[in-house]
């Protein structure tokens, strides 16, 4: 009979009982998050529960136990009979524009489980699940999930960090970006730079319909959006090519390297950006790599399964191995250019 050791085995059900109750947590913090009660909170200063239901204009019962259970998970601050946020736990949830905003992450955990029956499915068959026919919150998730990094880095950060780029879209650069989704990252390099022009292509039309919206609603004129694959989306000439957190969710991710190099004009420059990831199992042992690892087996791995070649380089690919993806399409140098927790940003030439 197999030996338990008591000391392993208290520590794994201590882990267990934490994840169960992050997990259980998804709904209650989408529900602060929809109803404004964080925002309330943040705004009202320490407040009663029945303060907040007020504020908020929810019933006093609910909000009493959503706030309790805030509590015990260490989201919200409870002192003297109120309830409050401290200036971290506002910045994660209720300030938008905060590089640690996380309610996207939570709006895309509760999208992963609602996909749950067509991933089980794809486990039988080996096939993919289309990203059109993923759960169908999971695009507006996912788009909020990698709001804050776009908007926290994009512009000061990460097209700083490429050779001579940001100087080409001061003076007016032609711009794709490729896998663009709703286009807050065409959107957001749009308004910095507003004598270059940019087209967002995807294959996704829904998305393709979302990010026309966006822009029209924020009335740029220098970006267009177009349904379009990675390897044969039209144009050329392009001063800049950009990917953001999608290279590893393509089917034929070597055949958009090389559609990317003919696209490109003379001295034209390649921003790909993904997932921050070792080169091993190993080295993604962390939680950046667990949360990473497990939408990849619900959303990347699927959606690169679905289409042609079904490469599924899955979201901790690595920099190596994108590296030599990179590569295959004919570019000739390949470097980090910039690194943040979350994401790897490599240049392309």
Known sequence: MTQIDETRLNELVGRVLGDLGGAVSVPLVRIGDTLGLYAALRNSGPATADDLAAAAGCAPRYVREWLCAQTASGYVTYEGGRFSLTPEQAFVFAEPDSPVNLIGAFDTAAAMVENQPKVQAAFKT????????????????????????????????????????????????KVADVGCGHGLSTI???????????????FHPASIAAATAHARAHGMTNVGFEVGRAQDFPGGGFDLVTCFDCLHDMGDPEAAAAHIRQALGHGGTWMVVEPMAGDTLEDNVN??????????????VPTSLAQETGRALGAQAGEKRLTEVI???????????????????????
């Open 287 to 300: 939680p950046v790599g667990r949360l990473y690892y497990s939408a990849s087996t619900m959303i990347c």
């Open 188 to 202: 957001l390099m749009a308004q910095a730079f507003p004598k270059s022009h940019f087209t967002g292509y995807d």
């Open 126 to 173: 080996g096939k993919g699940v289309a990203w059109g026919d993923q759960a169908g919150c999971m695009f507006c998730a996912v788009a909020r999930l990698f709001r804050p990094g776009y908007v926290n880095a994009l512009v000061q950060d990460w097209l700083p960090a490429l050779d001579g780029v940001v100087d080409k879209l001061n003076k007016g650069a």
């Open 327 to 349: 590569r295959s399409g004919g570019f000739s140098k390949v470097r980090r250019a910039a690194a943040t927790p979350l994401n790897m940003v490599l240049e392309a030439t």
